[in-house]
């Protein structure tokens, strides 16, 4: 089964800027569509990015209050979320998980999956 390898997490301060980066043990990016996820402790996973499909737009999460973007270069086999002026409820684990076509438009975690071990994201006010 094709592994997700979260990174790039780590402190920050209210302001900063952080990339994280999703690497696969295979190419799954060219068969499905990746997002990414946060889970602050306590509380339940939440939808932050999904890749556009075809013509459509990525679609980011009202929730996250900076700007976000998500990318992937295809010969590194990796995905990158871009997030800019972080605050502390921004505070969470950081997932990359996947979903096939067919659940193209799903925010809901149970549409995706496999899931990695996360990139901790710290924030301090």
């Known amino acids: 089964q094709v592994q997700l390898v979260e990174s790039g997490g780590g402190s920050v301060q209210a302001g900063d800027s952080v990339r994280l980066s999703c690497a696969a043990s295979g190419r799954i990016f060219e068969s499905s569509l990746p997002g990414w996820f946060r889970q602050a402790p306590g509380k339940e996973r939440e939808f932050v990015a999904v890749e556009g499909w075809r013509d459509s737009s990525p679609v980011y999460a009202d929730s996250v209050k900076g700007p976000l973007t998500i990318s992937r270069d295809d010969a590194k086999n990796t995905v990158y979320l871009q997030m800019n002026s972080l605050q502390p409820e921004d505070t969470a684990l950081y997932f990359c998980?996947?979903?096939?076509?067919?659940?193209?438009?799903?925010?809901?975690?149970?549409?995706?999956?496999?899931w990695g071990q996360g990139t901790p994201v710290p924030v301090s006010s």
């Open positions: 998980p996947t979903h096939s076509f067919s659940k193209f438009g799903s925010t809901a975690a149970r549409d995706f999956g496999p």
